[in-house]
């Protein structure tokens, strides 16, 4: 019996991210909230004839909170993607103004009804809002860093889809063989290459140093060219959702003892996870995206790192890099919910 609960439903990423995991029979119910038209993609959804029960969660008016506290008690694992999405010419770090409220609210009711789920932030900038919703839940004392994620996995997503294309080499071979790390915008997102032998090897003869710099800039960047693309219509949704997806199913797939392949990261708080705390002190920063093992209860139980991710010089000089615009946008996001001292 697991309770999924997407709060952000109606959205472009929400939407096919519902359809997905509607088709996963893991999943007993479906909840769909958003602040808009959550009933009518629930009752979309619910003539979709696999086991999961789709529900819709929407506020009558804007004092209305019973959808909300509907949608998430019982709740096992909660999604965020609700928010704003860029247009050109933006960054991620400028949704913060919009999207920084609207997580802390929704990670405020987690915290009130169903403070024991798995929480997983895709609103951006995740950087910012994974820091919120730690510091939202520390404020309500059910902060378990084991249980909070920022979703990382479209950027190995990315990483293995344009690596792929470089190598001209089969991408069901390349995943579980390399990963990103850091965080998520560009150049805090650090692809690691080099962590397979046989991975490693082709990408030495392969690569000319021209084309690994485009590959690393694309992975970077990735997000820039989807908005790009839709001119003003929004960002990466579908992609987004797969990615999404790819990263809930690696969850239940650990909650249901089936096996995972993936070096799936996320961002999260380094010292409250198994093998993060060492990483931390020498990183000096708290929050950063790692590949992560999941125990039965789809909980951190470890992170997958060790020396030998890092064996290049320029991926340490790009660690070095990602930990200083990650400082910053950790700061706003602590200021954010504690204010100055
Ligand atoms: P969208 O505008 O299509 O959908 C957002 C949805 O959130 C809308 O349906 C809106 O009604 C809803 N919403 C707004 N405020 C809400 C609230 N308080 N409670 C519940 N729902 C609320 O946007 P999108 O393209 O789906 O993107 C959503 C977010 O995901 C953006 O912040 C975007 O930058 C981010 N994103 C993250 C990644 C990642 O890799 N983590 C990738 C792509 C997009
Ligand atoms: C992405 O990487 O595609 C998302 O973070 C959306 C964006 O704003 O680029």
Do not use: W
């Amino acid at each position: 019996m697991v309770k999924v609960t997407i709060a952000g439903a109606a959205g472009g990423i929400g939407q096919t991210l519902s359809l997905l995991c509607k088709l996963n029979p893991d999943i007993t119910e479906l909840s769909l909230y958003d602040i808009a038209n959550a009933e009518g993609v629930a009752v979309d959804l619910s003539h979709v004839n696999s086991p999961a029960r789709a529900t819709g969660h929407q506020p009558r008016d804007k004092s209305d909170q019973d959808a909300l506290k509907n949608s998430l008690i019982g709740s096992d694992i909660v999604i965020i993607p609700a928010g704003v999405p860029r247009k050109p010419g933006m960054t991620r770090q400028d949704l913060f103004k919009i999207n920084a409220g609207i997580v802390r609210s929704l990670v405020g009711a987690v915290a009130k009804y169903c403070p024991e789920a798995l929480l997983l932030i895709i609103s951006n900038p995740v950087n910012s809002t994974v820091v919120i919703a730690a510091e939202e839940l520390k404020k309500n004392n059910c902060f378990n860093p084991r249980k909070l994620f920022g979703v990382t996995t479209l950027d190995l997503v990315r990483a293995e889809t344009f690596l792929s294309y470089e190598l001209n080499y089969p991408v069901e071979d390349i995943r579980g063989k390399i990963t990103v790390v850091g965080g998520h915008s560009g150049d805090t997102i650090v692809p690691l290459i080099h962590i397979n032998t046989e991975i490693s090897k082709i990408v030495s003869s392969k690569l000319s140093p021209e084309r690994l710099e485009n590959f690393i800039h694309r992975v970077q960047y990735g997000g820039d060219e989807v908005v790009q693309a839709k001119s003003g219509k929004g960002s990466a949704t579908l992609s987004m959702a797969y990615a999404g997806y790819r990263f809930t199913e690696t969850i239940l797939n650990a909650i249901t003892g089936k096996e995972n392949k993936a070096l799936e990261p996320a961002y999260i708080y380094l010292p409250g996870v198994p093998g993060g705390e060492e990483l931390s002190r020498k990183l000096g920063v708290e929050y950063f995206a790692v590949p992560i093992e999941f125990d039965n209860k789809g909980e951190a139980k470890r992170i997958i790192f060790n020396n030998n991710f890092i064996s290049k010089n320029y991926e340490a000089q790009m660690i070095e890099i990602a930990k200083k615009s990650l400082t910053k946008s950790i700061v706003q996001g602590q200021l954010f919910v504690n204010g100055s001292k």
